[in-house]
């Protein structure tokens, strides 16, 4: 697993903006389809994400938006 090839002082980098080019609803929640610029100057493109209804409930939002925010560690 590659996250067994790092120490744990050892910290990634950060998001900084997302967007979000397509939402699918799945029988448990959402399958979202996001482009990630990370601080470190790099971006991730077509990065699939699930997000399932109990993810929302938790978030307390039935807005796919904010949920994808808070799974992402976007908090206000």
Known sequence: MLSDMFDQDQIGTSIQTFSIIKTNEVADGFEVLLNIDLN?????????MKI????????ETKDI????????????
């Open 65 to 76: 938006q904010e949920s994808v925010k808070y799974a992402l560690g976007f908090f206000h």
């Open 40 to 48: 470190s100057g790099y971006e991730l493109e077509d990065v699939k």
């Open 52 to 59: 399932t209804f109990e993810d929302m409930e938790a978030y």
